[in-house]
Each structure stands twice: as structure tokens, then as C-alpha cells.
């Protein structure tokens, strides 16, 4: 027999009949599954709000270090300021 036939004879039996009793059944399963998946998708986006708001929390306790420094170019010397732009020096003989 080819799988098409199957198909055929699957097609000509008749579906099981429930009761309404049964469908109840079924629908209040249904709905009480449907209520736990939307209860743990609250959950996970509370979880990832609070995740994220103790981490803001934890960074936030530590201070910002900021580093000045200042050049002196009269010397010729080159160096990065506090941008990272590069500041090239001029000797007093270039002047």
C-alpha cells in the first residue's frame, strides 16, 4: 500500500466523538495551561528587569577615574591629549 492510500483511509474514518463533558475537560486543561505560560512569561520579564537593575546598581557603586595630565610641547615632545587627539610638539628652532 503507498503512503497516499494511507492517507486515503485516514481521511474516510470518522473522528472520535466526544461528549461535551470531555470538551470541558479539555478546554479547562487548555485554559489552566495557558494561565502557568503567561504566569512564567511575567515572571522571566521580571526577573530580567530586576537582573538588569542590580547590575546598573552594582556598577554604579564605583567611582568614575578621570587622569589629567599636562604636557609641556615647548620641548618638542608629541603626545596623545586626554581626547586622543596626537598633539605634535614643535622645537624653538622650528619657530
Request: hydrophobic letters at 40%; proline letters at 1%; zero cysteines.
Amino acid at each position: 500500500m503507498s503512503d497516499f492510500e494511507d492517507l486515503k483511509i485516514l481521511d474516510n474514518e470518522e473522528p472520535e466523538m466526544m461528549t461535551v463533558a470531555q470538551h470541558e475537560k479539555e478546554m479547562t486543561r487548555m485554559e489552566t495551561a495557558n494561565k502557568r505560560w503567561f504566569i512564567f512569561a511575567v515572571v522571566l520579564a521580571v526577573m530580567l528587569f530586576v537582573s538588569n537593575a542590580a547590575w546598573v546598581i552594582y556598577e554604579n557603586q564605583f567611582q568614575d577615574v578621570t587622569i589629567t595630565q599636562d604636557a609641556d610641547t615647548t620641548d618638542g615632545s608629541n603626545y596623545l591629549n586626554a581626547t586622543g587627539e596626537f598633539i605634535n610638539g614643535t622645537r624653538e628652532s622650528d619657530n
